[in-house]
């Protein structure tokens, strides 16, 4: 199906053209800061138009690819094709006893903050992770001692058709950057976290002392994808990148960062492919010399400029 056509029965679930775009650049969505342009991007802003445009796209056989904040995502410099869904619309967080519902495309950092003022704990650990609610139900986002899966009751998603789920905590089947909800390519539109009353002095405490940690260990002044590969079992990954002497490695724009080695950071217009090719190398490198495979954290989507999945 041609963009235009794409374009045309889309505006006929979300009448506001401003929220339907053709070619849009995706590098302003990420934050490495990179990435070609979306065949189509839209951003709705409750479940019905999510659900109408997943019935839409299946129904025609055209890919859906989601994003949130694209924090830890690479989208490859040739764009993506088919129908891209931004989340960030949805946003809205809310009180319910001691549980706090938040929308997919809320911050995870805001609702650790709405956590705080609700003088309720659980959510320290998330006070310093960039993505969004859905990314942590995603990937059971975790940090510093504590992971999503701790705190969450059930989740909202939906899956590919556009069919509502309410799937309960063995449902979800959460483990170490794992769900039912990455597993079964279902799209996560609320998290219940059911946290327990505290002390608000506490809180904001433990909070504040990993706040601190973060920018004292991580390489927030260059734009990044966070933690690029996941841990492998019994070792740490930025150790044994910063053991092969990789720190400060090139390529392109994007460099290890000599912070953090578990960081790449893009200091001078790096490109998705340099991301990759530099992924690849460290790769290879820590495979050669300790014989460990490094598995990506980072999702790496889309295509190339030559129209391929690499």
Request: with cysteine; net charge negative.
């Amino acid at each position: 199906m041609e963009k235009v056509m794409i374009y045309d029965e889309l505006k006929k679930i979300i009448p506001d053209s401003s929220r339907v775009r053709v070619g849009e650049n995706l590098s302003s969505y990420t934050f490495t800061k990179t990435g070609g342009v979306a065949d189509v991007l839209v951003l709705p802003e409750n479940y019905e138009e999510i659900c109408g445009i997943l019935n839409f796209a299946g129904v025609n056989g055209l890919p859906v690819t989601v994003l949130g904040k694209g924090s830890n995502v690479i989208i490859r410099d040739g764009g993506i094709r088919g129908i891209v869904i931004n989340l960030l619309r949805l946003n809205a967080i809310r009180l319910e006893g001691h549980t706090v519902v938040a929308q997919c495309g809320a911050a995870i950092i805001d609702v650790s903050r709405f956590a705080l003022q609700h003088h309720l704990t659980g959510l320290e650990f998330a006070c310093g992770i960039p993505g969004s609610v859905g990314g942590a139900l995603f990937m059971n986002a975790g940090a510093y001692g504590g992971e999503t899966a701790q705190v969450l009751d059930h989740a909202l998603a939906a899956d590919a058709s556009g069919r509502l789920l309410k799937l309960d905590r063995e449902a979800l089947d959460m483990g170490y950057r794992h769900s039912a909800i990455s597993e079964n390519g279902y799209i996560a539109l609320e998290g219940a976290f059911a946290l327990a009353p505290g002390s608000y002095d506490a809180i904001k405490k433990e909070m504040d002392h990993l706040t601190y940690l973060r920018e004292l260990k991580q390489p927030l002044e260059h734009p990044s994808c966070g933690s690029v590969f996941k841990r492998p079992p019994g070792h740490f990954a930025g150790k044994l990148i910063q053991d092969s002497g990789l720190q400060g490695t090139r390529i392109g724009g994007v460099e290890v960062s000599t912070k953090h080695a578990g960081f790449m950071v893009n200091i001078d217009h790096g490109s998705a492919t340099d991301y990759i090719n530099l992924i690849h190398l460290v790769q290879k490198t820590v495979k050669e010399k300790f014989g460990v495979s490094l598995d990506t954290e980072v999702r790496i989507i889309g295509e190339d400029k030559n129209g391929q999945r690499i």
